[in-house]
């Protein structure tokens, strides 16, 4: 690897493990340039064959929010932007997919929802993802076609400060280490020529070149 893909592999790394959600919003309004970035920046994002199954909903009239937050027990925070993202079942349809049984969609949802709050992480914004909501009262608020299913909101908005604070406090304390196995379940360790410390140096004395700055989790 070079210098240059580790360190930016190293920002990309840092941007992911800031980025919290955000349940506390100032009054400020987002830019329409930031929301159509986020877009893109969803619209990039793997997509199962390559089907586009997927619109996104861009809302910020303050009574169509209201209206959509009294359906959502899952927006915690009144937000001055939501994305919602769509299945489109004539493009599902034309694909010949069977959604109830096809969960690729759903899969699709997630990486474009991820992709959205990073983009926007990196432009200052908070976001937060929300499911908790009724479909048909959202779908009726928002004045939807029958051929589009309201699947995930992203809130997006200026983060208060408290909630900056928040931000950039500690998570759940679970670190990847305990969440990834190497060849086989139980296995938490790679091998030991590839093993680092907590200084980010290979444990058993081996010299692979250390990364400033890496993360050890
Ligand atoms: C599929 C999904 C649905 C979620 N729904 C909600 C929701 O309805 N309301 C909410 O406040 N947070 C929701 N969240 C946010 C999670 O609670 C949050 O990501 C988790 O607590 C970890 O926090 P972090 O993203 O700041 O690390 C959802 C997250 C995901 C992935």
Redesign the pocket.
């Known amino acids: 690897m070079t210098a240059t893909a580790s360190r930016d592999a190293d920002q990309l790394l840092a941007l992911m493990r800031s ?3 955000t ?1 506390s919003f100032t009054g400020e309004p987002v830019a329409a340039d930031d929301l159509r970035r986020m877009t893109e920046a969803a619209r990039w994002a793997t997509s199962a064959g390559n089907r586009h199954l997927h619109k996104f909903l861009i809302v910020r009239d303050p009574e169509r929010l209201r209206l959509v937050r009294s359906a959502a027990p ?3 925070a009144p937000p001055p932007a939501l994305i919602v993202i769509l299945t489109d079942t004539e493009v599902a349809a034309r694909e010949s997919m069977q959604l109830e049984r096809d969960h690729s969609s759903w899969i699709d949802v ?1 990486t474009a929802a991820m992709n959205m709050m990073l983009l926007a992480h990196a432009l200052g914004l908070g976001t ?6 009724s479909r048909s009262a959202v779908s009726v608020m928002l004045d939807l076609p029958p051929h589009v299913i309201p699947e ?1 909101m992203v809130m997006v908005g200026h983060p208060t400060i408290t909630d900056r604070g928040l ?1 950039s406090g500690a ?2 304390p679970v670190t990847a280490g305990e969440l990834t196995f190497w060849e086989a379940v139980g296995a938490h360790d790679p091998p030991a020529s590839e093993r680092r410390g907590a200084a980010g140096l290979p444990t058993d004395g081996s010299s692979l070149p250390s990364k400033p700055g890496a993360p050890t989790a």
């Open positions: 980025r919290r959600v349940r899952g927006m915690l997630g937060c993802p929300v499911t908790s909501f995930l931000r998570p759940k």
